[in-house]
């Protein structure tokens, strides 16, 4: 019943953006905190950007801000990671989660309620 979906990984080249999808369905994101993760190899998770619906409040680990921008669109239920002037260390597999509670506290502990199956983003020249 509820699901997260991710979609819009892909190849790109250092320098380059690309913009990563969250359909939800069985629930409403604005509603929820919605968070993106990330796993690359021999790496943790790591919290990359989580937004608090109800409010609009915002979280970006330092490595990506300035360069990724989270958001949702309410008529689609859909989140959105926009990452731009990418790096080679941004590659990894990136994860969509919902959560009830606020951002940081998604970023950091990771403790969601939902989970996409992720999608991979490979950072490559």
């Known amino acids: 019943q509820s699901q997260i979906a991710e979609s819009g990984g892909g190849l790109v080249q250092p320098g380059g953006s690309l913009r990563l999808s969250c359909a939800a369905s069985g629930f409403t994101l604005d509603k929820y905190t919605i968070g993106w993760f990330r796993q690359a190899p021999g790496k943790e998770r790591e919290g990359v950007s989580c937004?608090?619906?109800?409010?609009?409040?915002?979280y970006y680990a330092d490595s990506v801000k300035g360069r990724f921008t989270i958001s949702t669109d309410r008529a689609k239920n859909t989140a959105y990671l926009t990452m731009n002037s990418l790096k080679v260390e941004d590659t990894a597999v990136y994860y969509c989660?919902?959560?009830?509670?606020?951002?940081?506290?998604?970023?950091?502990?990771?403790?969601?309620?939902?989970w996409g199956q992720g999608t991979q983003v490979t950072v490559s020249s």
């Open positions: 937004m608090y619906s109800i409010d609009g409040s915002t």
């Open positions: 989660a919902g959560a009830e509670r606020t951002a940081h506290t998604l970023c950091i502990t990771g403790s969601a309620d939902y």
